[in-house]
Each structure stands twice: as C-alpha cells, then as structure tokens.
T-cell receptor, first 111, second 112 residues
C-alpha cells in the first residue's frame, strides 16, 4: 500500500547543531503534514504544506515540499534541548479519508 | 477552545476481555480518526469517521471496531484482547479530514 518513508530513524546532535529529517513517497502527495511528539506525549500538528516547492518557516524550523510533491524535509537550525522528541511526516492517501504517518525521526539533543 | 479528550487515560485489562475507549473531538470537528501507536510499528491507522459514517478502515482484525455519534463523539472497541493489543490508542480530530489533526492525549492500554 501507499507509504511515506522517513529518515533517519534517530539523530543525536549537540545543542546548537542543525538537524534535518526527510520524508519520501513513491506517489504524488496532495499535501504533507508535520507533527512533533515529545517523550510521553502525543503528536502535535506543526504545519501543512500543499504547493509544489513550498517553503515555510516557523522560527528555527524550515519546512520544504518538493517540486514533484513526493518528498519533504524539516530542518531545525541551532537545536535546543526543547526540540527533543519524535518528528513525524504524514500525508493523506490517494482517495482520502486516511492519513498515513512516516515512522518518525527521534531527535536527541545533548546540552 | 477545549482540545480532544480521550478517556480513560490508562487501562489495564486481561487477555480475552473487551475494552471501549472514548474520544470527544474539538467542537465543530466532524472527522475523527483512531491510531494505534506502538514502539515497533509507529502510528497505525485504525479507522476514520465523518458524520457517523466510517469512511476508511485500516488493516486490523475485526476485533477492532468503532462508531461515531451524532455529536461527533467516537468510541472504539476491542474485543477478545490479546497481549499484542497493548499500545497507546490515539484519537485525532479535524474539521474535514485531510488536513492537520489535533490529537488527544491517548489511552494507554496494557493487556496482561
């Protein structure tokens, strides 16, 4: 079935370093969403990208949607300990009424 | 505005029993989706409801069922519980269904 592949699975960084997680699909996506889940918490919606080549920023977070609408990335500049958690990409399947999630990238930040 | 409310937060059940989990979506949200989250399998889609109709169902056995009421509140039921059903069950609501979800805090189910 339709899948979104997310890499890397884990990332350890020193506080202040940058971090990027990537999401790829074999099919064209209508939109892609990003969520953050803190340890012990629940996923929290960060952003949705809809347009080809779209780039959106939220403070130190930069989100990109590929030109072919098959891939996306989340980049965090100068990580902080508050960025710790798992970042998920998600996309609705063709035909709708179901959103599938990538496996997530767990970010560890060492102070 | 109140968030998505899931009850109970924690549940311990014995194999073979059944369980019902409840979800109250954000006011005005008519789409409710359920996910099972486990460390090994990530977030797995269970089902989606909109205006009391199940519009999609994931690849789970028939022991997993759900429903949605006219006020958009939703319940899911798992019968004949197995050890492998231990997981965090998350409910998510959205206005239409294909856009950003708001998740509840989840129900942590442990089957012993």
């Amino acid at each position: 079935g339709q899948q979104v592949m997310q890499i890397p699975q884990y990332q350890h960084v020193q506080e202040g370093e940058d971090f990027t997680t990537y999401c790829n699909s074999s099919t064209t996506l209508s939109n892609i969403q990003w969520y953050k889940q803190r340890p012990g918490g629940h996923p929290v919606f960060l952003i949705q990208l809809v347009k080809s080549g779209e780039v959106k920023k939220q403070k130190r977070l930069t989100f990109q949607f590929g030109e072919a609408k098959k891939n996306s990335s989340l980049h965090i500049t100068a990580t902080q300990t508050t960025d710790v958690g798992t970042y998920f990409c998600a996309a609705p399947i063709t035909g709708g009424f179901k959103t599938i999630f990538g496996a997530g990238t767990r970010l560890f930040v060492k102070a | 505005k109140a968030g998505v409310t899931q009850t109970p937060r924690y549940l311990i059940k014995t194999r073979g029993q059944q369980v019902t989990l409840s979800c109250s979506p954000i006011s005005g949200h008519r789409s409710v989706s359920w996910y099972q989250q486990t460390p090994g399998q990530g977030l797995q889609f269970l089902f989606e409801y909109f205006s009391e109709t199940q519009r999609n169902k994931g690849n789970f056995p028939g022991r997993f069922s759900g429903r949605q009421f006219s006020n958009s509140r939703s319940e899911m039921n798992v019968s004949t519980l197995e050890l492998g059903d231990s997981a965090l069950y998350l409910c998510a609501s959205s206005f239409e269904g294909s856009y950003g979800y708001t998740f509840g805090s989840g129900t942590r189910l442990t089957v012993v």
